[in-house]
């Protein structure tokens, strides 16, 4: 190929037009002739370019050998045609998280009060010194303390500025975190393409315009082209076009291939015509892109929970266009954000913050009313105006105080602790191989009762060997001398591996001398061509002479078929196809076998059984996959119907079959041994025969000898769970999966069944939480409906990837013991940072209020409150959230999805400790100045400078959540705090540095602290006090549990009642979010119906007409929709008449029965085309597959 324009390298003087002038056509022809579909495109194609191989010429490329690769000429592309890249959109900058954070209710009171207090202090009245204000003045007659007022205000309004800063600062390297996992995934995504004749991977971002590109199965096509040759392609475009039905894809019909689009079926070569902003889906972002100042709005409203949900997707463009499209799609559905965790913090954080309210308020209240009877009632003082001021200065003070009780008892450290210990985790699990995709996926996984894992690749090393043959009636149990071969079958076999294959298959010599060779490609093709050179023989050579363009058909394999085929024409114009397969498949269509000469005899029904049995059976029992290799000739003359499949795969002729070995990882058995220890049930999927199956289980120790446990193949699982109608029937689902451990011959569709049906069931105490692995582009269903699907990094396709949740880098099972490892260990820590929190709220509140009341001032001030605020929340979630994981979290049972966050342990612990803080504090704030013999800070007036005594009070208090935060360490009542303590260096550096802070503050805070420097003395009792905490701490741990019947759990997830309980649209808030649990949804809605139905009595027409529906599934859509018509509102309390007519002509009635009836079809066209879009939002909600999605969204 000749590339004479690549020798100058373009100035950048150069006009674009002239790059344009240098290749046949311009980015725009190329963009228009993208826009056309099928048949239109065909003519414009040899119209306007004279056919796609002049196409090539005009682009400068060559369809066989590629491009030549010479950095000259790809820049040239790049600067003539654009680069595969399609920019992300902008970060948000620090001045925007810091404007962001600003938006907290309370700190914007604080912020106001603080301003107020500010404006007072500086306000002097004339005649402000009038005796007639009595002690309001009080002794702050010294003129620069009187001056000093402002400086309250000005600390609140600084600390308040600190949090600011911090809490911003989090999200910024929250960000900059997703944007470097973004950057990662975008650079681990590679594509094939053909360069000098060379097959060769390169990063997505580098393909350029006149690339020659390979697509095979699975793949997710990264620019936009025109097909040059293909076989059976069938490619998914419904991230664009919303049609879900896959579309058939050849040079006659249709050869237009889209960036975004998933390649379903078969394979083929194809040239590049657009890249990044000028394919399909970077025009559709541009167009977003142009919207982008209105989109800011909306998206303000949104604002997801990842910060940055449209970048942490791989692909650049294509999954972006799906959020997108499904933003525009969907603007009614609210959206899942939050995971099982954050619904259960978000509920407790609002129930907390409501508490606190109502106690601030009280105290403000009783502050006003004891200053207002005291100076106007007991002294009998009358209102002057010149007094007015102060007294205004005395309110303010006031509600500052009753502002920080609020400040203090929300806690607003619970959001930042779990995106903390989520984000460190995820940071983590990067060097355990997990790439977690979504947040949440990581803490979902320490949760998951049950994995449905497959087979090859995961439990087993995907490293393929043909280690027995079944060759000319001889089973051989090792690889058969090349000389024990009949030439003519050796041909046959040969010829069937190298051309019945995708020519993408490949083995190469090892990387490193005297290690294994490499395997590139489909591995059980691997193993096949393996075979072939363990014979002696180069399957190279007949690849040589008979290229892919010479293939006249190929059926490629799917998930169906379980087969693949090859039609060559032969020279006298019949036609050979080779065909291979599993053996079980391939035997049935086989009506002839060669023999020891090598001639073809009958093969009959009982030559089959006795073959399965002799060879086959022994074959899998080994754990052996079985795959047979057949041919038939197609006489010349008559060309057959190619498209009538079943016809063509018939009447085959067995060349052999051959027994493939798959090891199991070494590692596996032991990590399954580990699942089984963490209370996780492990069940293998897979597409292999069913002793292959059993006996690679009982390897791994799936299946251990003398359990009681079902294996089960595919077929007679759907015979076991479906009903004569052929729908799945829950409890007959129910009745199995319990003891399933091995699912065979299965189905994609069988897999998706299996992983919703476990997770629907209701029939444990605890409902499952599942998680998935899956490499094949038909895993992608399953993969999203799973709570967790994990997607194989090495083996798995790009359309595997896009469903997932985390990608394990190395495909291996251990990873997934990890997963579950630094899941539970982020529950664990936000339970931890939750119990210390807590401890802090409730003696900070009840310090102040009680205070307040008794002597008519916080001991606590507003400023001494903000610090605590800030040590308590900001970096306590930061010293318990990053607590490493140990292996000890695999020993116990999972949580579960309705576990409380605070168990009665944590209860426990937090009143006991709260108990000992709030008797120290208590004598101190009483009797301290008698037992330190100084002066008592009680009643001291406005503007008094600080005393000592409440700074020791003050100090004493953080000295004690200081150790106590020691304590918090240990949640499930373990005595040793102190265990692996140096392993947390984040733990150790924020303990240490509060305490450096807390000695500044005390000894040099002065008046904005209102602190005043201690003795030594006084120091290490503050000290010792402190370190009562962990005394204490072991105290409280003696006291069992179970003899405290009074506790009480918290922070469930939402239960049944509760969900019916709440008033949806004020709650809407916290329910979405809180793990808006739809699945459950549905109960709910059944047991809302018969509620409703036992109130009022519903008329028995009515009545019956929807109870025969209840049994049958269909009818669970229409009563969704019965529930959210308009006309349904129902109090419970007063019974609407129109349904107590008792006739079946009752208008509204009728109405929502012809509704009912209507309905399964009447949305199902939504969930079709938006099977892309969202299934897993449309799966969680609604167990029919083709149900409306809209109408649980709407009801509620």
Same mark, same amino acid.
């Given at each position: 190929m000749t590339n004479n324009s690549a020798d100058h390298h373009p100035g950048n003087s150069v006009a674009e037009g002239s790059h344009e002038g240098e290749f046949g056509c311009s980015v725009m022809d190329l963009r228009g002739l993208m826009e056309v579909r099928s048949g239109e495109a065909v003519n414009r194609i040899n119209d306007t370019y004279g056919g796609v191989h002049s196409l090539c010429k005009r682009l400068k490329t060559s369809p066989v050998e590629g491009l030549s690769g010479n950095p000259a000429d790809l820049e040239k592309r790049r600067q003539a045609f654009g680069q595969n890249f399609i920019p992300p959109k902008k970060a948000k900058t620090f001045l925007q998280l810091v404007w962001e954070a600003l938006q907290d209710v309370t700190l914007i009171i604080?912020?106001?009060?603080?301003?107020?207090?500010?404006?007072?202090?500086?306000?002097?009245?004339?005649?402000?010194?009038?005796?007639?204000?009595?002690?309001?003045?009080?002794?702050?007659?010294?003129?620069?303390?009187?001056?000093?007022?402002?400086?309250?205000?000005?600390?609140?309004?600084?600390?308040?500025?600190?949090?600011?800063?911090?809490t911003a600062f989090n999200d910024w390297s929250k960000e900059k975190q997703f944007r470097g996992l973004q950057s990662r995934i975008e650079q681990e995504q590679k594509f094939t393409v053909i360069r000098k004749g060379q097959v060769i991977q390169i990063p997505v971002a580098e393909i350029v315009v006149g690339d020659i590109a390979q697509i095979k199965y699975g793949d997710l096509l990264p620019a936009d082209g025109v097909l040059i040759q293909g076989n059976d392609l069938k490619i998914?475009?419904?991230?664009?076009?919303? *049609?879900?039905?896959? $579309? @058939? /894809?050849?040079?006659?019909? #249709?050869?237009?291939? %889209?960036?975004?689009?998933?390649?379903?079926?078969?394979?083929?070569?194809?040239?590049?015509?657009?890249?990044?902003?000028?394919?399909?889906?970077?025009?559709?972002?541009?167009?977003?892109?142009?919207?982008?100042?209105? *989109?800011?709005?909306? $998206? @303000? /409203?949104?604002?997801?929970? #990842?910060?940055?949900? %449209?970048?942490?997707?791989?692909?650049?463009?294509?999954?972006?266009?799906?959020n997108e499209e499904k933003e525009k799609k969907k603007v009614k559905v609210p959206k899942k954000e939050k995971s099982v965790l954050q619904g259960k913090l978000t509920r407790l954080a609002v129930q907390i913050g409501k508490a606190g309210l109502i106690m601030s308020a009280i105290t403000v209240i009783i502050l006003v009313l004891y200053f207002v009877i005291d100076t106007f009632g007991i002294q009998g003082r009358s209102w002057l105006a010149e007094c007015t001021p102060i007294y205004i200065q005395y309110f303010v003070k006031f509600f500052i105080i009753g502002v920080t009780v609020l400040v203090v008892a929300v806690p607003e450290g619970l959001p930042l602790a779990v995106t903390i210990s989520l984000a460190y985790s995820v940071k983590k699990m990067m060097k355990d191989n997990n790439l977690v995709r979504h947040l949440d996926a990581c803490e979902t996984m320490g949760n998951a009762t049950a994995i449905c894992s497959d087979k090859t690749g995961t439990l087993t090393m995907n490293r393929m060997t043909v280690v027995q043959a079944y060759v000319g009636d001889t089973h051989y149990r090792q690889i058969p001398d090349p000389e024990a071969i009949l030439p003519k079958i050796l041909d046959l076999i040969v010829n069937g591996v190298a051309i019945n294959s995708a020519y993408t298959s490949k083995i190469l010599p090892p990387e490193k001398e005297g290690g294994l060779p490499r395997q590139v490609g489909n591995k059980t093709e691997c193993a096949l061509l393996g075979f072939v050179l363990d014979l002696k023989q180069d399957y190279q050579a007949v690849r040589n002479e008979v290229p892919e363009e010479k293939l006249y058909k190929v059926y490629t394999f799917n998930s169906s078929r379980k087969s693949m085929s090859t039609v060559l024409k032969n020279p006298d114009g019949g036609f050979r196809m080779y065909s291979k397969g599993a053996s079980e498949i391939l035997l049935r269509k086989c009506t002839k076998i060669l023999d020891k000469n090598g001639e073809p005899r009958i093969f009959k029904v009982k030559d089959r059984d006795e073959m399965v049995k002799k060879v086959i059976e022994p074959m899998a029992c080994h754990g052996l996959r079985t795959i047979c290799l057949a041919y038939r000739d197609f006489p010349a003359g008559v060309e057959p119907d190619w498209d009538a499949e079943n016809e063509i795969l018939s009447d085959l002729s067995c060349i052999c079959v051959v027994g493939i070995e798959d090891p199991v990882r070494p590692e596996v058995p032991d990590a399954i041994l580990k699942c089984q220890r963490a209370g996780i049930t492990v069940r293998m999927v897979t597409g292999d025969n069913i002793n292959t199956a059993r006996a690679i289980a009982t390897k791994c120790g799936i299946l251990l000898p003398g359990e009681d446990f079902l294996c089960l193949e595919g077929k007679e699982f759907n015979r076991l769970i479906r009903n004569e109608k052929g729908e799945v029937e829950q409890e007959q689902l129910d009745k199995i999966w319990p003891k399933l451990r091995v699912l065979a011959r299965s189905s994609p569709t069988d897999k998706h069944t299996l992983v919703k049906g476990i997770i629907d069931s209701t029939i444990a105490e605890q409902r499952q939480v599942v998680a998935v692995t899956g490499d094949g582009t038909n895993d992608g269903p399953a993969l999203k409906k799973a709570d967790v699907g994990f997607a194989m990094g090495i083996a798995g396709t790009d359309v595997a990837k896009e469903a997932s949740d985390i990608i394990l880098t190395d495909d291996n099972f251990t990873s997934i013991v990890k997963a579950v490892m630094w899941g539970r260990n982020v529950y664990d820590s936000i339970s931890k940072f939750l119990q210390f929190q807590l401890t802090v709220n409730v003696v900070a509140v009840i310090v102040a209020f009680t205070g307040a009341c008794i002597t008519q001032d916080s001991p606590l001030k507003a400023v001494q409150m903000l610090w605590v605020n800030l040590i308590m929340d900001t970096f306590a979630s930061l010293a318990l959230a990053t607590e490493p994981p140990s292996e000890s979290l695999l020993l116990r049972k999972p949580y579960g999805r309705n576990k409380p966050l605070i168990s009665r342990t944590m209860m426990k612990n937090i009143l006991g400790h709260a108990v000992y803080q709030l008797t120290i504090i208590f004598t101190l704030l009483f009797a301290g100045e008698k037992f330190f013999d100084i002066d008592s800070g009680r009643n001291t007036p406005l503007h008094s400078p600080p005393t000592e005594h409440y700074t020791i009070v003050f100090n004493t208090f953080v000295m004690m959540q200081l150790f106590n935060e020691i304590n918090a360490r240990k949640i499930h009542g373990e005595r040793n705090v102190f265990e692996a303590i140096f392993r947390n260096p984040i733990f150790c550096t924020v303990v240490l540095g509060t305490f450096v802070s807390q000695i500044i503050i005390v000894e040099f805070g002065g008046k904005p602290f209102s602190c005043s420097g201690l003795t030594l003395s006084q120091w290490f009792w503050c000290i010792f006090i402190g370190v009562g905490e962990l005394l204490w701490g072991q105290l409280i741990c003696t006291v069992p549990t179970s003899q405290l019947k009074f506790l009480k759990e918290a922070g469930h997830g939402i239960t049944k009642e509760d969900m019916a309980d709440e008033e949806l649209p004020e709650g809407l808030d916290e329910i979405d979010h809180a793990e808006m649990e739809l699945r459950r949804g549905q109960i709910l809605w059944f047991r809302g119906l018969n509620r409703i139905q036992t109130q009022i009595k519903v008329v028995n027409a009515f009545r019956s007409s929807l109870y025969e529906n209840l049994q049958k599934p269909e009818s669970k859509t229409s009563i969704h929709n019965f529930m959210t018509h308009p006309e349904f509102i129902l109090e419970e309390d007063e019974p609407r008449t129109p349904f107590l007519d008792g006739t079946d002509e009752d208008p509204e009635a009728e109405e929502l029965k012809q509704q009912s009836e209507e309905s399964p079809g009447e949305f199902s066209p939504l969930n079709k085309n938006n099977n892309a879009m969202d299934s897993s939002v449309a799966e969680d909600t609604i167990p029919e597959p083709e149900s409306p999605l809209h109408s649980l969204e709407t009801s509620i």
């Open positions: 604080l912020e106001i009060a603080a301003i107020i207090s500010l404006g007072l202090s500086f306000y002097h009245p004339p005649g402000g010194d009038n005796e007639a204000c009595g002690e309001a003045k009080g002794s702050a007659e010294d003129e620069g303390e009187a001056q000093a007022g402002w400086i309250e205000g000005a600390a609140i309004l600084f600390s308040v500025i600190i949090v600011v800063l911090v998914d475009e419904s991230s664009l076009t919303g *049609e879900s039905d896959q $579309v @058939k /894809k050849s040079l006659e019909k #249709d050869p237009m291939l %889209l960036s975004g689009t998933h390649v379903m079926e078969g394979s083929g070569r194809m040239l590049v015509t657009a890249v990044g902003v000028n394919s399909q889906t970077g025009i559709i972002f541009t167009l977003l892109g142009a919207g982008e100042g209105e *989109e800011e709005k909306k $998206v @303000k /409203k949104a604002k997801t929970q #990842d910060g940055v949900a %449209l970048e942490i997707q791989p692909l650049k463009s294509q999954e972006g266009i799906e």
